[in-house]
């Protein structure tokens, strides 16, 4: 008897592309068209929801885990929305810096688009982007 393959589960960019694609169909049905199921010796196929589902939610870049800062508190998390200050102010909180790793003194360059505002940081290669 010949062994089957198992498919390699897709993730990330691909998972959620493929999600969209397939519409209206079950969630089990798109768990398993996106790879998230195994075979048993016998045959019968498994769907594996946990991991499908998991793995929609990290490429959602969604975090469920509590992360404790650096000084043992908890604290805001970061919600990537940002609202104009009364001054005219934009602040981007250091929850955003700390996941960059950027320090005191990191430069940027600012450029204005007809509906966004894009920084790029001064000296960093493409790459890093």
């Known amino acids: 008897m010949a062994k089957i393959t198992q498919p ?9 592309e493929k999600v ?3 519409g209206n169909l079950s969630k089990e049905k798109k768990a398993k068209a996106c790879g998230y199921y195994t075979v048993t010796k016998n045959g019968v196929e498994r769907v594996n929801m946990m991991k ?6 990290d490429a ?18 970061a919600s990537y929305k940002i609202s104009v200050q009364s001054n005219g102010n934009l602040l ?9 790793g950027l320090a005191s ?8 688009g007809r509906k966004h505002i ?12």
Request: charged share 30%; hydrophobic share 35%.
């Open 92 to 100: 981007i909180g250091s929850a955003y810096t700390k996941k960059m």
């Open 60 to 77: 959602e870049g969604i975090e469920l885990d509590s992360s404790i800062n650096g000084n043992g508190r908890g604290g805001r998390s």
């Open 8 to 16: 390699e589960p897709l993730t990330g960019l691909d998972l959620l």
């Open 118 to 129: 894009h920084l790029k940081q001064v000296g960093a290669s493409d790459e890093e982007e």
């Open 52 to 57: 499908f589902l998991n793995a929609l939610i």
């Open 105 to 112: 003194g990191d430069e940027f360059e600012i450029t204005l």
């Open 20 to 22: 969209r694609d397939l």
